[in-house]
């Protein structure tokens, strides 16, 4: 039963492609028609078209880099005084980041020898263990 239902709906999957595969083709041949054979069917061409400044990227890139030239300009910004303030920040940051890991330190390395001589107890007892099943 499946193969006759198979069989029926093949011409109609195989016309359905042909159909798709044509209008596909006409759709190409329209739009490659002004390249191929010198017409030109299509008349609306959309980079043709004049979007306005604000539209377009570059306006923006270029007008936010005018502002930071102007900004940078202005007399209210130097170089030296950032980077004085930069390096005072990271001095400032790096001698808090050492504080609290010399006062974390001492509890870190306490936890980790604990876990190491737990777990050499916990081998230890685990080969007692097996030893004298062995020899029971």
Do not use: C, H
Not at 41 to 49: E, V, W
Not at 87 to 96: A, H
């Amino acid at each position: 039963m499946l193969g006759l239902t198979a069989a029926g709906n093949l011409g109609r999957d195989l016309f359905a492609a042909f159909i798709a595969a044509l209008v596909g083709g006409a759709v190409l041949l329209y739009a490659a028609a002004s390249d191929l054979f010198d017409l030109k069917l299509f008349k609306f061409d959309p980079f043709s078209l004049r979007y306005p400044r604000e539209a377009r990227i570059e306006y923006w890139y270029v007008r936010a880099a005018r502002k930071f030239q102007a900004f940078l300009a202005g007399g209210g910004w130097s170089y030296a005084k950032f980077k004085k303030r930069a390096k005072v920040t990271f001095k400032r940051d790096w001698r808090k980041f050492r504080r609290e890991a010399r006062r974390m330190l001492p509890d870190a390395a306490r936890r980790l020898n604990r876990d190491i001589a737990l777990g050499a107890l916990a081998i230890a007892v685990t080969l007692v263990a097996l030893l004298i099943m062995r020899l029971v």
